[in-house]
């Protein structure tokens, strides 16, 4: 009986151990954000992963929403519901197009190779964590997805009869053409698709994804499509184009064009599944199957996922909540789910990867991360991985460093080892500047700070800093240089990250120089609007000057995505001037109420999301920043596809968010400090990396009425008497304190 008690007693502490360590991916809803243009997916990924499975949705005549009639950059849009596949390299949460590719599609029945034929409504969707499924209701197919790092993996359950996998290498988000294929035996397929002009920057810049596509069961016959070039002038006299597809039944060679693809045909006496491996790599085909073999070989596809689910659960794992409602926790670990899927890896299994500008193949022992979109994600996603995940953000750090090595430049919106040169400012030296004085610092600072000075000092042909030289000699951009107004903005916030840093390592020289210049917006300052506004050449202001027009991607002279209302406040490296400019705290305070008061806060754009939290530098107006932040979690953030406020800008909305449901924002980037708001849960504790700050962990608590505001700050039961706090006093092992009433 003894023995019999000490077993249940063993298997219920496993039992609880195995859900307390599941519950985190648990409450992931990987459809949130894949309406209202949040540019999510919803297929299978690893954490940092190079592939993901996703159901491709947004190319078929049957959509509501096609690729071609609205700008779209994601595979999937959640109101769409005819499927021509499942694409295995995509980005999450992005604004323009690009990869989207390499797309798988089980069908039964007759072969057919057009897409518009092919496609299928779908039903019964389901997506967790590292795993999406679904069922094809034309042909009856369960499809599943998972993925390993490197490796997509799918699961296919077929009725009996003929049934048939086609590889499509034709469609796909990108906006480049080209691609070559190859079977290789009844099992295995290898190829290469072009893709890049992401944002239709830069069409110069195509480059190759390689893969490899593995088969549990040989097929009984196989091929490949294409259909034939359109030949043009002279050409077309003597090569008559048919539109016609070309099928070659087991062909066995190289097959090279823009709509190409290959097929394996079965014939099933029974239901039958068939799992499909897709390796891939941005080097070779070598090292594509050297990534499938890796990371999958002799592992069935619950292996895979099992493996890819603790993963997901070792990474959310790191920040733990208490209290809220089962929704809350739901877009807080998804938004936490969403911020781990980039930057991700770039190098293969064997630290192989693309040089920056040449594409030859280096190698490095660490992790190369890609997908930088630093306009966005410098305003809080690095921060939150210096908070949480500090290891990956100085592989972040080291990554961006070997970019300025092998380019001669930081990165400024990187992809897959191409600069797309995307969007305004010369946001890298933020970032790198708050991971050091965060405490960061097993990276060559001195390299980072070099770097930094050259983009920001270099005159001729400096692709970071368009209109340097009348910033330098004038203070601010001109209206001859789009976006003046809010370039001139982007450049002070980076001189002023310049500065910190400078001062840090004791270059007094630069932090003078840099600490003027990043003040130089003020010459902008239109005391009778009590707005920035843009100037000529000759010094004058622009007229005539709406400073309504900007918004909602519309044309304004002097603001990108934005207007002056929206970029009013973007100066947080100086707040206290920007106030006195506005004539002190109360008119500060009235003019940044106007901003919500008039509907122009956006809280889908990056250059305002911050504006909340600015009402905690005026001393007796931090309920407002309280209040504000929490209708505004309220309203935007939602357990539902459309769930986010717009395009989660590869995890920046995703952080705004999880700061902001824990009660800390990091105010001004750049800067070590956090100002501070209501916590939506009772109690999060933050696991703090040993390697790098002393502390066991952090714990932010909250006391008090439900909808009460802040009437007391404590850290470690002592008084903390401003809304402010610094990272290092946080990251000790500390205990903050909230009190409502």
Same mark, same amino acid.
């Given at each position: 009986?003894?023995?019999?008690?000490i077993?249940?007693?063993?298997?219920v502490?496993?039992?609880f151990?195995?859900?307390?360590?599941q519950?985190?991916? +648990?409450?992931v809803?990987?459809?949130?954000?894949?309406?209202?243009? &949040?540019?999510?997916h919803p297929?299978a990924? +690893?954490?940092?992963?190079?592939?993901?499975?996703?159901?491709?949705?947004?190319?078929?005549?049957?959509?509501?929403?096609?690729? =071609?009639?609205?700008?779209?950059?994601?595979?999937?849009?959640? *109101?769409?519901?005819?499927?021509?596949?499942f694409?295995? %390299?995509?980005?999450?949460?992005?604004?323009?197009?690009?990869?989207?590719?390499i797309?798988?599609?089980p069908?039964?029945?007759?072969?057919?190779?057009?897409?518009?034929? @092919?496609?299928?409504?779908?039903?019964?969707?389901?997506?967790?964590?590292g795993y999406?499924?679904?069922? !094809?209701?034309?042909?009856n197919?369960?499809?599943?997805a998972?993925?390993?790092?490197?490796t997509?993996?799918s699961?296919?359950?077929?009725?009996?009869?003929?049934s048939?996998?086609?590889?499509?290498?034709?469609?796909?988000?990108?906006?480049?053409?080209?691609a070559?294929?190859?079977i290789?035996?009844?099992? $295995?397929?290898?190829?290469?698709?072009?893709?890049?002009?992401?944002?239709?920057?830069k069409?110069e810049?195509?480059?190759?994804?390689?893969f490899?596509?593995?088969?549990?069961?040989?097929?009984?016959?196989?091929? %490949? #499509?294409k259909?034939?070039?359109?030949?043009?002038?002279?050409?077309?006299?003597w090569?008559?184009?048919?539109?016609?597809?070309?099928?070659?039944?087991?062909?066995?060679?190289?097959?090279?064009? =823009?709509?190409i693809?290959?097929?394996?045909?079965?014939?099933?006496?029974?239901?039958t *599944?068939?799992?499909?491996k897709?390796?891939?790599?941005y080097?070779?085909?070598?090292?594509?199957?050297?990534?499938?073999?890796?990371?999958?070989?002799?592992?069935?596809?619950?292996d895979?996922?099992?493996?890819?689910?603790?993963s997901?659960?070792?990474?959310?794992?790191?920040?733990k /909540?208490?209290?809220g409602?089962?929704? =809350?926790k739901?877009?807080?670990?998804?938004?936490?789910?969403h911020s !781990?899927?980039?930057?991700n890896?770039?190098?293969?299994f064997?630290? $192989?990867?693309?040089?920056?500008?040449?594409?030859?193949?280096?190698?490095?022992a660490?992790?190369?991360?890609?997908?930088?979109?630093?306009?966005?994600?410098?305003?809080?996603?690095h921060a939150?991985?210096?908070? %949480?995940?500090?290891?990956?953000?100085?592989?972040?750090?080291?990554?961006?460093?070997?970019?300025?090595?092998?380019?001669? #430049?930081?990165?400024?919106?990187e992809?897959?080892?191409?600069?797309?040169?995307?969007?305004?400012?010369?946001?890298?030296?933020?970032?790198?500047?708050?991971t050091?004085?965060? &405490?960061?610092?097993?990276?060559?600072?001195?390299?980072?700070?070099?770097?930094?000075?050259?983009?920001?000092?270099?005159?001729e042909?400096?692709?970071?800093?368009?209109g340097?030289?009348?910033?330098?000699?004038?203070?601010?951009?001109?209206?001859?240089q789009?976006?003046?107004?809010s370039?001139?903005? *982007?450049?002070?916030a980076?001189?002023?990250?310049?500065?910190?840093?400078?001062?840090?390592?004791?270059?007094?020289?630069? @932090?003078?120089?840099?600490?003027?210049r990043?003040?130089?917006?003020?010459?902008?300052?239109?005391k009778?609007?009590?707005l920035?506004?843009?100037r000529n050449?000759?010094?004058?202001?622009? $007229?005539?000057?709406?400073?309504l027009?900007?918004?909602?991607?519309t044309?304004?002279?002097?603001f990108i995505?934005?207007?002056?209302w929206?970029?009013?406040?973007?100066?947080?490296?100086?707040?206290?001037?920007?106030?006195?400019?506005?004539?002190?705290?109360?008119?500060?305070?009235n003019q940044?109420?106007?901003?919500?008061d008039?509907?122009?806060?956006?809280?889908?754009?990056?250059?305002?999301? +911050?504006y909340?939290?600015?009402?905690?530098? /005026?001393?007796?107006?931090?309920?407002?920043?309280?209040?504000?932040?929490?209708k505004?979690?309220?309203?935007?953030?939602?357990?539902?596809? +459309?769930?986010?406020?717009?395009?989660?800008?590869?995890?920046?909305?995703s952080?705004?968010?999880?700061?902001?449901?824990?009660?800390i924002?990091?105010?001004?980037?750049? *800067?070590?400090?956090?100002t501070?708001?209501?916590?939506?849960?009772?109690?999060?504790?933050?696991?703090?990396?040993?390697?790098?700050?002393?502390?066991?962990?952090?714990?932010?608590e909250?006391?008090?009425?439900?909808d009460?505001v802040?009437?007391?700050?404590l850290?470690d039961?002592?008084r903390h008497?401003?809304?402010?706090?610094?990272?290092?006093?946080?990251?000790?092992?500390?205990?903050?304190?909230i009190?409502?009433?």
């Open positions: 009986m003894y023995r019999k008690v077993l249940f007693l063993i298997l502490g496993s039992s151990t195995y859900v307390a360590s519950e985190y991916a +648990a409450y809803n990987p459809f949130i954000g894949t309406s209202n243009y &949040g540019a999510t297929g990924i +690893a954490p940092r992963g190079m592939v993901s499975v996703s159901p491709f949705n947004v190319a078929g005549k049957q959509n509501s929403l096609e690729k =071609d009639s609205r700008w779209l950059s994601n595979p999937y849009v959640n *109101e769409n519901t005819f499927l021509t596949g694409s295995h %390299v995509n980005l999450s949460g992005v604004g323009c197009p690009d990869l989207g590719v797309l798988l599609m069908t039964t029945g007759n072969l057919e190779t057009n897409h518009l034929k @092919y496609g299928s409504e779908y039903a019964n969707e389901s997506a967790k964590a999406y499924s679904t069922v !094809l209701k034309k042909y197919i369960k499809v599943e998972t993925a390993s790092t490197r997509g993996v699961r296919y359950s077929f009725p009996k009869g003929q048939n996998i086609l590889l499509n290498l034709g469609l796909g988000l990108t906006n480049e053409e080209g070559s294929i190859k290789v035996s009844p099992t $295995e397929i290898e190829g290469i698709r072009n893709v890049g002009s992401f944002c239709y920057y069409p810049e195509a480059y190759p994804v390689y490899v596509a593995k088969f549990s069961k040989p097929a009984a016959s196989y091929g %490949v #499509w259909k034939p070039a359109k030949y043009k002038g002279e050409e077309a006299k090569m008559p184009y048919n539109g016609k597809i070309r099928l070659m039944e087991g062909y066995r060679k190289e097959v090279i064009g =823009d709509s693809g290959s097929y394996f045909s079965y014939n099933f006496d029974k239901p *599944e068939v799992e499909v897709v390796g891939v790599s080097v070779s085909i070598e090292n594509a199957r050297e990534n499938l073999e890796k990371e999958t070989q002799g592992l069935t596809f619950e895979i996922y099992k493996q890819t689910e603790t997901w659960n070792e990474n959310l794992s790191k920040i /909540v208490e209290g409602t089962q929704d =809350d739901t877009i807080f670990y998804t938004a936490l789910y !781990l899927i980039h930057p890896i770039l190098n293969d064997n630290g $192989e990867y693309p040089k920056m500008a040449t594409r030859e193949t280096l190698k490095t660490d992790t190369r991360f890609t997908v930088f979109s630093f306009w966005d994600t410098y305003r809080n996603l939150l991985m210096s908070l %949480v995940y500090p290891k990956q953000q100085s592989d972040m750090v080291k990554s961006m460093l070997d970019i300025y090595d092998e380019s001669g #430049w930081l990165p400024k919106w992809l897959n080892a191409t600069e797309t040169t995307t969007m305004v400012g010369d946001p890298a030296g933020i970032v790198l500047t708050d050091y004085l965060k &405490g960061i610092q097993d990276f060559d600072i001195e390299k980072a700070f070099q770097a930094m000075l050259k983009s920001a000092d270099a005159l042909n400096n692709p970071l800093r368009p340097i030289k009348n910033y330098i000699e004038k203070g601010y951009l001109t209206t001859e789009e976006g003046s107004v370039t001139t903005q *982007e450049y002070n980076t001189d002023f990250s310049i500065a910190l840093l400078a001062k840090a390592l004791g270059k007094k020289e630069d @932090y003078n120089r840099f600490s003027k990043s003040l130089s917006y003020r010459a902008l300052f239109d009778k609007l009590k920035l506004r843009p050449e000759d010094g004058s202001f622009y $007229e005539p000057f709406d400073p027009a900007g918004a909602n991607f044309k304004n002279i002097g995505e934005g207007n002056a929206q970029y009013a406040f973007m100066v947080s490296h100086d707040i206290k001037g920007l106030m006195k400019l506005m004539g002190g705290s109360k008119p500060f305070s940044l109420q106007k901003v919500f008039t509907n122009q806060f956006d809280m889908a754009n990056e250059p305002d999301i +911050a909340p939290f600015l009402f905690n530098y /005026v001393k007796g107006e931090e309920w407002r920043a309280q209040k504000m932040v929490h505004l979690i309220s309203q935007y953030f939602q357990n539902k596809p +459309a769930g986010l406020p717009g395009n989660d800008d590869t995890g920046t909305m952080a705004w968010l999880i700061y902001s449901m824990m009660g924002y990091p105010v001004s980037p750049g *800067e070590p400090i956090y501070i708001t209501t916590p939506v849960f009772d109690k999060i504790t933050i696991a703090l990396d040993s390697n790098y700050y002393k502390g066991k962990e952090l714990v932010i909250k006391a008090g009425p439900k009460g802040i009437s007391s700050i850290l039961n002592n008497n401003n809304y402010f706090i610094n990272h290092s006093d946080l990251v000790k092992g500390s205990k903050l304190k009190n409502l009433k």
